[in-house]
């Protein structure tokens, strides 16, 4: 029994606790920020202040992780985010292919308990910081209310992934709210104050058919006039979760300090929006169904922005320019949203898209003014305008792996954030990145302690594409489709498809390609043909005559024709993939971008893949074959698809494809890391879509690594990651090791993108 009485008062139990690091904010940033850093020796608290990690993609908002993919909607090929983010949704699909919010949550709380560096927090909010100097940030402050604890924390590096950027702001960081004029960076998309300069907040739910009649009794609060909802005619009983992201409000008001003045009028709206559905008589399908889950915090998209070096800006993004000290990328449309949100009659988003990827400098990644204070997630150093692209979690994600390795190379070198952009120093970041899984574009990795760089390579065999076998199915050109493939400057090697006509018809083909390596646009028609069919079945042989000037993708586009239709094959293989000019609306894809010609915005045309088991390839043969998979390409710095496929494939009819790395003289070897093929073109939705796969067809299920005795060093099964990094017991002394692939998980040919030995 405990009785006690203290007049003068109490003070909370404190506990003090000391890092090297400490990341504030467990979204999904914050998660890859920490994991990052813990994995390579540096100690990590991470501070979050709700009871689950991943922010809005948790179960408490339940908005999907995107970024540079978009649903697999714009011209993003292969652009999934890499790195740890990589990881948690290559998992969640091994897991969780249903897209349950709560299995998503125990592989983000798995992956930050597994780390011995990183002390985890939650349930904490930091309310306080106590500064050295002027732009030195000494400790924070953070209560726990479920333990009634404050926490004083120390480190020499802080991360504020909060999202508001809480300390950043108590720190004196500069920031933003709002809008920039068009004058300050020359953003043509900067938005009037008519249309407003923030975006919103947005509360969801979730519905279930319980099988019999339900009623619902609306609280005495939700919106009684659902017409207020100049959008109302666009509800139906079926959409739930964050396909109902434009039930947004706030833009008007702060979106820091009146976040609870959002969220009763966003649940105002949702239950609403339900008496509507339920009880309007308009949706009978609706009498057995009621609300499973209705979001209890809403998902915020913007409040403050802080100031780096370096602010990105809308030309970034358009024109894809270069950054010397990239160190991640985005792909996400420039998506702005008129502020009155829900109850605007303007439409719920206005989204432009680039041709291609875009670099995120380091120097948008800290503080200009706090010296030891770096920024993580959607607080990044953008404008306005282009923060429409850079809030999304992916991206976030992205830029928030660097912050992780940049502060390793801070502690390691006993530097602070600006100090890296020492050219030594930065490409160090950009390499140790790159080994980690993170890609950023036109970076290839110089990996000085790799040693299959001074091995010799062989393999079993390397595919050449010389048919893809039709399997007695058709693909109609009621819309037109192309077929990406990679080729070396040259040349148009002789094609042959195959083609089915109703009747007597033409077939018009266009061979495109991009008009940078950069992207995979088809904007460069580089010839076309008008082809004479006669009814029915027949062999379409395609000659060019024309050169490509350097190496990439050629698209050979099939326009729409609905008296055609081409024979399709089941054959999928790493780096080559149907497109189609379809419509997208959910991204604003409408076959083709035709901005007005004052935003600062590209024309182009969309050409998308179909989500397996759709999106086949076309059945085709090519007498000369495509021989652009060979063995070098796992030392060549690149671990995807770009310009051209970097990856190593062996014939499909190989029944023991390997790979043998022999060195001249024996190697004593520590570490391997292998990169497989995850489908970087999969955007892995963790929530909402319910996906056929577990595990990408073209990634290696199981392998076996030998010494030169042939002898096992280490066997793996069940693999659905894309890098696989051993770490050896013991090491081993060797003077050659040999891969075995033991197949895919979709039967394609199998390959790697690299093999690493230190």
Known sequence: ????????????????????????????????????????????????????????????????????????????????????????????????????????????????????????????????????????????????????????????????????????????????????????????????AEYGELLGHSLYFYTKDTGRPTVFVPPAYALKDITAIPKYKRINSQD???????????????????????????????????????????????????????????????????????????????EQREHYDAVAYGGWSIDLHPADGVFSEKPSCNQWHSKGLYQLPYRCFYSHNISNLFLAG??????????????????????????????????????????????ERLNELQSR????????????????????????????????????????????????????????????????????????????????????????????????????????????????????????????????????????SSERVSGILSVFNKTNPAVSNYGAQTPPEDIGVEAFEFWCPERRPAGKNLAMDIPAGIALFGGENVRNGINRPTYQPNIWLAEKEDTDPKLTVSWKEKKIIREIELVFDADFDHPMENVIYHHPERAMPFCVDSFVICNDRNEPVIKVTDNHQSLQRILLKEPVETSKLTFHLKGTHGATPAGMFAVRCY
């Open 1 to 192: 029994m405990m009785k006690e009485q203290a007049s003068i008062g109490r003070q909370l139990k404190t506990h003090q606790y000391h890092a090297d690091l400490i990341v504030t904010g467990g979204g999904l940033a914050g998660v890859c920020c920490a994991v990052t850093a813990a994995r390579e020796g540096v100690k990590v608290i991470l501070v979050q202040d709700r009871p689950v990690l991943g922010g809005n993609s948790s179960s408490e908002v339940r908005l999907w992780v995107l970024g540079a993919t978009s649903h697999m909607g714009n011209n993003n090929r292969w652009a999934r985010e890499g790195g740890v983010a990589d990881e948690i949704l290559t998992e969640n699909m091994w897991r969780n292919s249903d897209g349950n919010p709560l299995i998503y949550d125990t592989i983000l709380l798995e992956k930050v308990t597994s780390e011995s560096n990183i002390r985890l927090l939650l349930n904490t909010a930091v309310f306080e910081v106590t500064k050295k100097d002027a732009d030195v940030i000494e400790q924070v402050r953070a209560f726990c209310s479920q333990n009634s604890t404050l926490y004083e924390l120390t480190a020499p590096l802080f991360c504020d992934a909060s999202g508001d950027g809480i300390v950043g702001f108590l720190a004196g960081a500069a920031f933003r709210m709002g809008a920039e004029s068009e004058s300050e960076f020359g953003e043509k998309f900067a938005p009037t």
């Open 240 to 318: 739930h979760g964050c396909q109902l992201w434009w039930i947004e409000y706030g833009g008007r008001l702060d979106t820091v300090h009146e976040t609870e003045t959002i969220k009763w009028e966003l649940w105002k709206v949702v239950y609403g929006i339900w008496d509507y559905i339920k009880n309007s008589g308009l949706f009978p399908e609706a009498d057995t169904m009621t609300l499973e889950w209705v979001g209890q915090i809403p998902g915020k998209r913007e409040s403050r922005r802080f100031e780096g070096d370096y602010m990105l800006r809308q030309q970034d993004i358009i």
């Open 378 to 423: 959607r607080i990044i150093s953008a404008s306005h305008v282009a923060f429409g692209s850079s809030r999304v979690m992916g991206t976030g994600a992205c830029g928030a792996q660097a912050v992780g390795m940049a502060a390793v190379l801070c502690r390691q070198y006993e530097l602070q954030p600006r100090e890296l952009l020492n050219p």
């Open 433 to 568: 990145l790159l080994r980690r899984g993170q890609y950023i574009p036109r970076i290839t990795a110089v990996d000085k302690f790799d040693i299959v760089k001074e091995g010799a390579i062989t393999v079993s065999s390397e595919y050449v594409l010389r048919h893809l076998h039709p399997d007695g199915t058709s693909m109609h050109l009621n819309a037109a489709m192309g077929q990406m493939l990679p080729l070396k400057a040259g040349s148009i090697p002789m094609i042959t498809v195959y083609a089915d006509a109703k009747e007597d018809t033409t077939l018009q083909v266009s061979l495109r390609t991009s008009s940078k390596q950069v992207h995979h646009t088809p904007d460069v028609v580089l010839q076309e043909l008008v082809i004479p069919l006669k009814k029915g079945a027949q062999a379409v042989p395609l000659s060019f005559d024309i050169m490509l000037r350097e190496d990439n993708y050629i698209f050979i586009c099939f326009m729409k024709n609905e008296r055609v239709s081409l024979r399709n």
